[in-house]
């Protein structure tokens, strides 16, 4: 099972789509949801309790989230210690990467590091010289002996250029890259230009990509470019997939005081929380279902029904949340459509199906 464990909600930054948004003028006053006021800001759980948690489970891997975790480094390594066999991952924001030892670093199978591209984009979402920062930390990662795989994260939105951001990441010491839709996520539709820059410029721009990604296939590589590659593995086996990111069925979220929800965006949504570490069966949790319009769609088993926290808290109108599918539609049909050209390269041996393959849940939400 794979478990995120929100650290602190404390964050180190205030980037333009994520805290940002709760300043902007005209934000929401309300939350369309019940919220629990009283999730403790810092992690309030025994480690060992939370140790006695994951040994029932025998195949974990816990993400260390946030907030931005590296604000509790020091709890890092203490909890590592306490579960043996255990995987490890880490989603940071990437400033506070020199505060671990390369003796923890190199305990990590994935480091997912937030990036948006290249760098006037990135300072501009994220704060000025937030890029050479990271930058700069991801090469002290390299140099301390990091051999897992390293993962770009980017968020994108009206201010990407979808190929040129993805580009930026490839150049960059990067071992993947996974990229998410600011979109369906707040309030916020009627403020922005997300339709003319989905049909102008990122639905076009996914094709462009989807065919340099082919290309280089067909060349002898398969670039780690996470919406690509998950999707492509299992329309290669045939398989169709429940949500991607896991929430809710995969991959569970634990948060500071010990309660566990299907996501971490989901901390403190109390009409969703579905136990406590105290005296919960990791193994027997509830698999939650996306909500809405998903179970009749033809491209669920494709999807998988994109974000349960959008579909459970809609703040985009029905017509607004049909262009972000029509951006998954898009995705879907640029694949299916290069798909013959990657089983030739499959078939005459220029790439094997193992340079597809990778460990699902690893904090790639996969539809972005
Ligand atoms: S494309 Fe839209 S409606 Fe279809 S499964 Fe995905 S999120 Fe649901
Ligand atoms: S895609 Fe949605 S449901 Fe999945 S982890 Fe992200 S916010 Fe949660």
Partial sequence: MFWHLVLTDECNLCCSYCRAKAFEPGAEPSLPFEYDPEVPVELAVDPAELAAFLARDPEPTLTFYGGEPLLRADLIEE?????????FMLQTNGLLLDRLSPHVLQRFHTVLVSIDGPEALTDQHRGQGV??????????????????????RMTVDEATEIVEAVLHCDALPFSGIHWQLDANFWGDYDRRDFSG??????????????????????AGR????YPFLDTTWDLLAGRSSLLRCGSGHANYTIQTDGRIVPCPIMTGMSDHYLGHIRDTDPLRLPHVMVPGDCPGCEIVNFCGGRCLYSAVT???????????????RNL?????????RVQASLDDGTVLLEDFAHVKYNGCEIIP
């Fill in 131 to 152: 890029y050479a920062r990271v930058v700069a930390n991801v090469g002290r990662l390299i140099d301390a002996g990091f051999n897992g795989e390293l993962i770009a």
């Fill in 332 to 340: 879907h049909d640029a694949l299916v459509q290069v798909l013959p």
């Fill in 222 to 225: 398969v670039p780690r470019w």
């Fill in 79 to 87: 909890i590592m210690d306490l579960v043996p066999g255990c995987r």
């Fill in 314 to 328: 809609q703040p985009w109108p029905p017509e607004h949340r049909a262009l972000v599918c029509g951006t998954v």
């Fill in 197 to 218: 820059w989905v049909e102008g410029s990122y639905n076009p721009g996914i094709r462009r990509l989807l065919e340099i990604w082919v290309e280089r296939i067909e």
